[in-house]
């Protein structure tokens, strides 16, 4: 299919078929948007909704050159895709959006740290994992011998000793670089034989470190921007995490209006740089040290679901807007605040739990999203519940927001084995 670059699309495809690509498909089905999907397995929750499935690995680079076939520009559900492989279908007959080029500073959390220093971007210190490994110099004359008048080769070297960079000092966090979400790939390192023990078993090419930061607040910021290069920001939310897991979003993130801002300025700093076509979401950390760029997700995010309800035009279908080339919708609130907690499982069959879930649907205000995933252990995110707050001021909206919480953690409690 032939598009002019100015030209709407008609049908648009998706590399990726779970609860972010069905909540697309939904919100392409109230466009009049046709959505393809590619995913490995035929009751993933996409499936459910889209105009047709290219059953196969989300890494099946000929798969998605069939999906291409079928619609004229593809998105992508996560980032983890096989970006040079994909390169090779990239032309004037598809689009990808974003951008292959755009994608690549993103795809790896090293690259992310990269591009946030070379804009100047507040983000917290950090160093490849594998250059506390680096050899510490000889000073001059300390050289071992060497040449052929040696009766013995000079001794092998000893394995190096991690040694942490100038102005390191532990409790540090260790993150792979790629692939890591909800708390995997994230490890606290208290002190030095934590550091030796996780050298032992990872390539340390593969790790960063990052200093420990210390905040008062996480906060999420959901950013777009069109192929025209207009850039617009979904309010800036708070979130919470339960064991490294998004277990709460609040709307509006309860700050100061100059730190949205600045967090808009970031985002449309990072957009504008890229030349990024799509959704972006920033998470950031927030404290005595100011604002900080936690991690770059290109994508729709689980901290912009509450936009489904709470926004003129959610995060869905401005994804599906700007990759179909349709005007993006108004970000703008309809409601004064809301609260999105996330449902998290096993999905063990157990009767009981549709039970839950009919009640959590019947609070007032409350809008349950549930993703229809088929088995998964603890920890899995099922479905998320939207709540619409009522509460006018800050002090309101907090009260209101602590009795929905317990509320819905009454009917759906966090249990001691939800981990990653």
Known sequence: MTQSPSAAIDAIGIVGGGQLAWMLAEAARELGVALHVQTPAADDPATRCAASVVLAPVDDVEATRQLASRCGAISFENEWIPLEALSALEGPRLAFRPALDALRPLISKASQRRLLNDLHLPAPRWCPLAEVLRPIPLAPGLAPEAGPGLAEPPPLPAPPVPRLPDG???PLMAKASRGGYDGRGTIPLPDRSALEELLGRVDPDDWILEEL????????????RDRHGQVACFPLVQTHQHRRVCDWVLFPAPVDHRVEVFARNVAASVLTALDYVGVLTIEFFYGKAGLQVNELAPRTHNSGHFSIEACRTSQFAQQVRIVAGLPMGST???????LMVNLLGPDDGDPEQLQRRRVLEALPGAHLHWYGKKGGGAGRKLGHLTLLLQGVSPGERQREMGRRLEQVRAIWPLSSSDTP
């Open 213 to 224: 930061v210390s905040f008062d607040q996480e906060l999420a910021l959901v950013a777009c």
């Open 168 to 170: 390191f000092a532990f």
């Open 332 to 338: 703008e609130p309809l409601v004064p605040g809301a």
